[in-house]
């Protein structure tokens, strides 16, 4: 893999210079060695192809894995409630259905960040490997985008109907495919990243560990202390790369 970084910020009084990490796939690179390296996958411009960024990404230790208290509960809610599939992504039809379901999941959500040129970047990275299908009454009613090497899987993009929007269905989505990558015999499940308090219903998994910079790190106390400076610390501009970059 190719290692680079970009210019983020400065602040030369007390000698701190900020970059932004990246890294390039390269031909013989496995996924496995990226992300274990704390690189996940960039989806922000179309201009951006094999790349991943360095970030503080979390990810579940398959092997050791036991349902929490609040794990029990989300369960016992939704647990029989739908019927799923796990596809891969060549067998795979993005309807229009597909779409809208994303779509308007996100527009609710989280705004502006996922256009449908966005969507179909990701859709057409090669990253996607299987969806993930939760149907109710034979009617998809949750997708979720799933990437997966050898013993291990990133749970990339998830979208629900919004009429279970303040049910903790999300909650429930990522548990059941940490439960099904489990038995699958994988090792390390990825959950993306974890920035701010609304991120924090990913630490509702247990053991997690979460990427420091130069190692994975099993202290939740460190990583609830990061989340709660996060908020002080956000900066408002972006990296010398991506002022390259046509953002979504």
């Not at 609830?224 to 002022?243: G, N, Y």
Request: net charge neutral; charged share 25%; hydrophobic share 35%.
């Amino acid at each position: 893999m190719r290692i680079f970084s970009t210019e983020l910020g400065q602040q030369y009084d007390t000698y701190t210079f900020g970059y932004a990490n990246y890294c390039e796939r390269e031909t013989d690179d496995t996924l496995t060695s990226i992300y274990e390296s704390g690189y996940l996958p960039y989806s922000g411009a179309s201009e951006a192809h094999n790349l991943f960024y360095m970030a503080r990404g979390v990810r579940v230790m398959l092997r050791d894995f036991k349902l929490t208290t609040e794990n029990r509960r989300i369960a016992k809610k939704f647990d029989g409630r739908f019927k799923k599939e796990r596809v891969p992504f060549a067998q795979f039809s993005c309807d229009e259905h597909f779409y809208s379901l994303f779509l308007d999941y996100f527009a609710q959500r989280h705004g502006d960040a996922m256009p449908r040129e966005r969507l179909d970047y990701i859709l057409a990275s090669g990253l996607v490997t299987h969806t993930l299908i939760y149907k109710s009454a034979d009617k998809p009613v949750a997708y979720a985008l799933e990437v997966a090497e050898g013993h291990m899987a990133h749970y990339w993009f998830s979208c629900y109907d919004i009429m279970f929007v303040q049910q903790s269905l999300g909650l429930w989505l990522m548990l059941d495919a940490i439960r099904d990558a489990k038995e699958r015999g994988l090792e390390h499940y990825y959950l993306g990243t974890l920035y701010g308090k609304k991120a924090l219903y990913k630490s509702n998994f247990a053991p997690l560990q979460w990427w420091s910079g130069k190692e994975w790190n099993d202290s939740k106390t460190i990583l609830k202390k990061r989340v709660e400076e996060d908020d002080a610390r956000t900066i408002t501009f972006v990296d010398r790369l991506k002022e390259t970059y046509h953002l979504f």
